[in-house]
């Protein structure tokens, strides 16, 4: 906790930036139940924000449309409902031509089995750290309202997968505590840390959604650290620094958001890798490393954990892609055929 309050007093003179206050201005119809919802100071969230719909079999060559966040029937209809669908939340400063956007929309391209869509709100993660994470609220409010009138339309409820990173992660956790249906998944890829985690503050966490899986990559310092999910992943204990990644960078650069950024690196390689990331059952790191776990359960952290999966799991990652610990993979399969 004392790492959390220090980090959040560091780095909010460099969060503090120029707001995206002074002059974004563009066009958007409000329709259906949302607008109802909508008080006035609420529209300029509404219009900050975008569903993009990507098809295609790689990033490269994907068609993209994209949509005012309450074209609900416009949205639908682009849906192949023969497929699940997943909605990608993108994190701060963060933008559709991000490589983390690109990496993780173009694995499920590749995969080629779920409708992919992005929240792209960018338009509202511009600004300074301290504004947006008081839009973060409103903003997965106005996300929930949509999906709701998306299932009212007829869309599959079970086979929804909500994947957020940072503080898009934080907007999937007021997302599924808004929503009037019980999201079946969410998946909370590094959640923000500053300002999201002191007492009587409020994040995502299990209550989110029927099943949510953390995964931690730079706990106390962007992301969080504390076990909030139904099951919480810790890769290489969860904190900096991750193999390949300094310890210490200027902040808000590629080389310091480099362990933050290890989590949708991670997860991506899991949808291409089903069984890329195997995973202990464990209390601590420490006990993980020192073989203290080694005959508790086993799963695969990413995109294909078993739903029934609880607690708080350790794995270990290379320094470079593939990240995945296949060796580890290829003993425990051996193992369980002797």
Known sequence: MLCDKWIFIVLFPVFYGNSVEGGVQFRSNMTGE??????????????????????GRNIEEASTVDFPVTSVELIYKEINHTKPLVIYVHGFREHPSNESVRTVVGAYLEHGKENILLLDWSRLAAGDYIATI??????????????DELVDLGLDLETFHLVGHSLGAQIGGF????????????????????GFYFTGSKHIDANSARFVDILHTDGGFYGALEDTGTVDFYA??????????????VPLTPSDLCNHWRSWRYYAESIKYEYAFLATQ??????????????NRKVYSGYSVPRDTRGSYYFTTNSRSPYGNTLGYINWNILNTV
């Not at 919802?37 to 993009?52: A, N």
């Not at 008081?134 to 929930?144: C, D, F, H, M």
């Open 175 to 194: 997302f599924g505590k808004s929503s009037k249906y019980s999201i079946p998944r969410i998946t909370g890829l590094d959640p923000a840390n500053p």
């Open 282 to 295: 464990c209390a601590s790191f420490y006990q993980y490393r020192s073989g203290d776990c080694d005959w």
């Open 134 to 147: 008081q839009r973060v609220r409103k903003i997965g409010e106005v996300l929930a309202k949509a999906f």
């Open 34 to 55: 949302i607008s109802k919802y909508l008080r006035t100071d609420d529209s300029r969230i509404v219009k900050g924000m975008k569903i993009i719909v990507y098809k």
């Open 236 to 249: 290489n204990g969860g904190s900096r620094p991750q193999p390949g990644c300094p310890f210490l960078g």
